[in-house]
């Protein structure tokens, strides 16, 4: 769609919408046309342009929408495969699409059916109240993660009004305070919208890391995963207040690993 009105009046006549259309295979295929309706309820399709051309052996396609990938994930669900729904589809091909090198029923290569495979996949595994949902992963990793030490569990901080939920454990600080002495050290933090899945009319939320990078240690691309946040809110106070927890959690067990390491050079002293 190359652009879309509503409401204008032309030539005496109220149109409700009129947009226009062009071919995905262009600048090489020149097809347009335009879709009117109007306020009566008439309709017509104006073609402004009826050539088609379509180059050999370049595949054609439009983004596969809501209800055709609502029934491809319904396939999915019960069972259907891959490979089985991709040659059932290729089947259901006209000769027309087919000589135009049409794909639209299931895009470009296989590659587009497993995404959609994948949505319906992350669906499932969904809790049905995400706010629930969270709060019982909050509970489960205090009564399983480091229930004797000084930070438990996994999730440190969850909040509703900005969403939040921010990540790290013991072992991870203590990593971090193993790690930040060593020389040519670097940290870092980056944020990313690619993990996780949108929904419609939902806030835009990123998955934040704080990560160390150690030469010799690790490899040049690797990183040390320290803790990581995911937030619908991406303000300076946000990612400030991210740091400020690690740091006060920080602090405790900065006190106790010195102590720790006081009472072993006593024991040292006192058996040797």
Not at 30 to 35: D, E, I, P, Q, Y
Not at 248 to 261: A, G, N, Q
């Amino acid at each position: 769609m190359r652009n879309c009105t509503f409401g204008q009046t032309t030539q005496g006549r109220n149109q409700l919408l009129r947009c226009s259309l062009y071919c995905c295979g262009k600048p090489l295929c020149t097809f347009s046309c335009s879709v009117v309706v109007r306020n009566n309820g008439e309709g017509c399709i104006i073609e402004n342009n009826a050539t088609v051309r379509h180059a050999q052996g370049v595949k054609i396609c439009r983004p596969i929408r809501e209800p055709l990938r609502k029934l491809f994930k319904e396939k999915f669900k019960n069972g259907g495969s891959v490979y089985r729904i991709y040659q059932e589809e290729m089947q259901k091909r006209n000769i027309h699409e087919k000589k135009g090198n049409n794909y639209d029923r299931v895009g470009k290569s296989r590659q587009t059916l497993r995404k959609i495979k994948s949505e319906a996949t992350c669906a499932l595994l969904l809790a049905p109240d995400v706010d629930n949902g969270v709060s019982k992963l909050y509970e489960k990793f205090k009564n399983e993660v480091n229930v004797d030490g000084t930070v438990k569990g996994a999730i440190q901080l969850v909040s509703k009004h900005p969403a939040k939920v921010i990540v790290f454990t013991e072992a991870s600080i203590r990593l971090f305070d193993r790690l930040i002495n060593q020389k040519n050290v670097t940290i870092s933090w980056d944020a990313t919208g690619s993990v996780i899945m949108e929904k419609n009319n939902s806030p835009k939320y990123l998955y934040y890391e704080l990560t160390m990078t150690l030469p010799g240690i690790v490899s040049d691309d690797g990183l040390i995963p320290i803790s990581s946040m995911i937030s619908s809110s991406h303000s300076l106070i946000d990612i400030i207040n991210w740091l400020e927890i690690f740091k006060f959690h920080y602090s405790p067990v900065d006190i106790w690993i010195f102590f720790i390491y006081i009472l072993q050079q006593i024991i040292l002293f006192r058996f040797s």
